[in-house]
C-alpha cells in the first residue's frame, strides 16, 4: 500500500482551512492545517510534508516571509493560495520561490490539478530530465533540438529555441517574465520585458498557436507564461 501524500495547509481562516482539508482529504492526502506561519514552520522542520498550500494574508508573519524561510532549507513544492490578486504580489512569491500561485475564490479542481503538477516536477531526478515534451501537435526532442508542430519541424532561432525549453522544463508551471528573461538573455534583462512579448508572439506564430485560443502557451497577465503540461 502506497504511501499517502503529506500536505501542510497555512490558512488563518477557519473555514477555508476546514474545506481544505476536508476536499485534500477526499483524495487521500494526510492533511495538517496550521493558523499562523510561527506553527506552520515548527511544524514543516519537525515533520518535512510532501506539499505546502500557503496563504500570504497571515496573522504573525507575511507568507512571503515564510517562502524565504522554507526555501533556506528546502525545496518542497509550496502552492500560494492568496486572496492578493495584485500582479507585483505573485511575482514576488513566485521569485521568491513558490511553485504556484492561485487567488481567491479558487475552483478545487483547478487547485487539484496544480497540486498534481507540482508533485510530479518534485519527484522527477533532476539528473534524468526527460528529453521529450509531447502535447497535441506539438513535440521538443531536447536531445536532438528538434521541435515538431502540426507535423512539420519547426525551424526556431536560438533564442526562440531557449525561451521554448525554458517553458517546457516547467510546463504546467507558471515561470515569471523575470525568470524567463533571465533564463534566455541573462542577468540584468528584467528591464528588458518587450523583448519577452515580441518573442513569445513570434513563437506562438511558428507553433500555431492562437493567442487569443491557446493550445500551448497560456499567458499570465502582468506575472509570465505556462506551457501546458505535456501528457
Known sequence: MAAKIHVVVVEDEPEIARFLET???AQDYAVKT???????????????PDL??????????????????????????IIILSARDQETEKVLALEM???DYLTKPFGTAELLARIKVALRHSIRPAEKEEIIYAKGDLKIDLAKRLV??????????PTEYGLLIALARKAGQVVTQGELLREVWGKHSEDHDHYLRIYIQRL????????????YIFTEPGVGYRLIEAE
Do not use: F, Y
Open 34 to 48: 496550521a493558523p499562523n506561519a510561527t506553527l506552520a514552520l515548527k511544524m514543516c522542520s519537525s515533520h518535512p
Open 97 to 99: 520561490g513558490a511553485d
Open 148 to 157: 515538431v508542430a502540426n507535423r512539420a519541424e519547426i525551424h526556431l532561432t
Open 204 to 215: 506562438r506564430q511558428k507553433i500555431g498557436d492562437d493567442p487569443l485560443r491557446p493550445k
Open 23 to 25: 476536499a485534500l482529504a
Open 52 to 77: 505546502i498550500i500557503l496563504d500570504l494574508g497571515l496573522p504573525d508573519m507575511d507568507g512571503k516571509a515564510v517562502i524565504k524561510s522554507l526555501r533556506a532549507w528546502s525545496q518542497v513544492p
